[in-house]
């Protein structure tokens, strides 16, 4: 069965204070890791997709890695509008067929930058 | 990045009737959709998978007698809550799969 854990749970930052969001999986086979920020009351917003170990993506103040056995996402000079929920997902090779695509996902990280 | 909208975005309705959400992929085709479910302060839920032109797949735990999908099109995948109760109100959010796996904004549904 696959699994993802996130940490920290919650991670409070002050606005310029960079630091890293942790992903640990455990998957037959990778098919690809996903990150998504999410804000109270929407749906997740797609950010990366890493697909094999040594792969790195970047997006204005994001930057996600990826290893065999977890991702980060490294957030420099965070500023209160990066405040949200940030998941983390896997996808499985052995999900084929009709599942091609299903996700599993970890509980998330809650972060909050403070003016 | 593409679009999914979801409709409708809140809905409050009385135990014992049934709902009906819709998903639809607006600018593009998506020949596979999921449906999830979101409890307050914890993460999705994947209920099923909703193919186009065949069954839906649902996860174990997931009663496929009350969470109706069908998925008439290559742009749209419904979900019925049929005989609702209070212990179904959730955040409901479905994903279509194009170059990556986009989200719709969710649906709130509150049973009273």
């Known amino acids: 069965e696959d699994q993802v854990t996130q940490s920290p749970e919650a991670l409070r930052l002050q606005e310029g204070e960079s630091s890293s969001l942790n992903c640990s999986y455990t998957?037959?086979?990778?098919?690809?890791l996903f990150w998504y920020r999410q804000d109270p009351g929407k749906g997740p917003e797609f950010l990366f997709t890493l697909y094999s170990a040594g792969e790195e993506k970047e997006k204005e103040r994001l930057k996600a890695t990826l290893t065999k056995k977890e991702s980060f996402l490294h957030i420099t000079a965070p500023k209160p509008e990066d405040s949200a929920t940030y998941l983390c997902a896997v996808s499985d090779v052995a999900a084929g067929g009709t599942s091609y695509g299903k996700l599993t996902f970890g509980q998330g990280t809650i972060l909050t930058v403070h003016p | 990045g593409a679009v999914v909208s979801q409709h409708p975005s809140w809905v409050i309705c009385k135990s014992g009737t049934s709902v009906k959400i819709e998903c639809r992929s607006l600018d593009f085709q998506a020949t596979t959709m999921f449906w999830y479910r979101q409890f307050p302060k914890q993460s999705l839920m994947l209920m099923a998978t909703s193919n186009e032109g065949s069954k839906a797949t649902y996860e174990q735990g997931v009663e496929k007698d009350k969470f109706l999908i069908n998925h008439a099109s290559l742009t749209l995948s419904t979900l019925t809550v049929t005989s609702a109760h209070p212990e179904d109100s959730s955040f409901y959010i479905c994903?279509?799969?194009?170059?990556?796996?986009?989200f719709g904004p969710g649906t709130r549904l509150t049973v009273t």
């Open positions: 998957v037959s086979g990778l098919r690809g």
């Open positions: 994903s279509a799969t194009g170059d990556e796996q986009y």
